[in-house]
């Protein structure tokens, strides 16, 4: 499977017919849910299926490429000799990673000293399941953008972006995370984003939310109005030293089952502390 090839809808239309595919709910779950592996399997090895929905195993190589790829970009502050993502070494064959407009696949994940790259194009396939500390510290990174995250099966964003002191821009409006459990200190360290959308996050999973906006001192407001916290245990220094933040919507927060709270909003404006208050009775501030 040739990973750095692109594939639009109409294309893949075209060459599969999937307007005349009766099944074509098979396939969104199959792929939809790929975090177990076996339904990829289901039409993988399956040639009674394959027939049934006229897709062959060639056909698949191609169709799960489109279905599962996250593609990323990011824009450069510096070209010094740095790291800017960090890849499991076991995960290395999953991630492919291009400079600037080059069609040449590039087998590392830092830059070499004095080299001259603006724009970092990734593509992750479908078998990375966490991208915990994925971008963890690496400060050369000015702007992040989303551009495709057709998958549900990541489960662990903690760290995520934990340290990227240099990060200006985080476009996360294709972002999806269904099956997140853990977002603790997701965005901790990230000093210089002066502001975030985070209301089409479905946090329904989600358990530890602990650190996540720690230290975000120039975010001057957060809608989190749609977060569903009825399963989440650690809140713990979850605003802390976000010193700017001058509206935060945390209105709809359950915090019934959360025991941990410890400094929650500690290093925050008595103004912010005043409108939670007054926002959410129910929310004890330490």
């Given at each position: 499977m040739n990973s750095g090839n692109a594939f639009n809808k109409e294309k893949i239309k075209a060459k599969?017919?999937?307007e005349k595919i009766k099944n074509?709910?098979?396939l969104k779950k199959i792929f939809g849910y790929a975090k177990n592996f076996k339904y990829m399997?289901?039409?993988?090895y399956n040639k009674k299926l394959q027939k049934r929905?006229?897709?062959s195993f060639e056909d698949y190589q191609e169709y799960s490429q489109f279905y599962s790829l996250i593609n990323v970009e990011l824009k450069l502050v510096d070209?010094?000799?740095k790291r800017f993502i960090n890849i499991p070494y076991t995960q290395k064959e999953y991630y492919h990673i291009y400079f600037d407009n080059s069609k040449e696949e590039i087998k590392r994940n830092y830059l070499n000293e004095n080299e001259k790259v603006n724009i970092i194009k990734i593509i992750i396939e479908h078998e990375v399941t966490s991208f915990q500390k994925l971008f963890s510290y690496c400060d050369i990174i000015n702007s992040i953008i989303f551009k495709k995250f057709n998958r549900i099966n990541i489960t662990d964003m903690s760290y995520m972006f934990s340290g990227c002191s240099s990060l200006k821009e985080l476009n996360l409006s294709n972002f999806n995370t269904n099956n997140v459990t853990n977002m603790s200190c997701m965005f901790s360290g990230c000093s210089l984003l002066t502001e975030l959308n985070v209301s089409k996050f479905n946090t329904n999973n989600v358990t530890d939310m602990s650190h996540m906006f720690s230290g975000c001192s120039s975010?001057?407001?957060l809608n989190m109005s749609n977060f569903n916290t009825n399963n989440v245990i650690n809140m713990s220094y979850m605003f802390s030293y976000c010193s700017s933040l001058k509206e935060l919507n945390i209105?709809?927060?359950n915090m019934n089952d959360v025991n941990h709270i410890f400094f929650m909003f500690d290093g925050c404006s008595d103004e912010l502390i005043?409108?939670?208050k007054e926002q959410n009775k129910n929310i004890k501030i330490e």
């Open positions: 599969f017919g999937l074509n709910f098979i399997d289901i039409i993988k929905i006229n897709l070209n010094k000799y975010l001057k407001e209105s709809n927060f005043g409108k939670i």
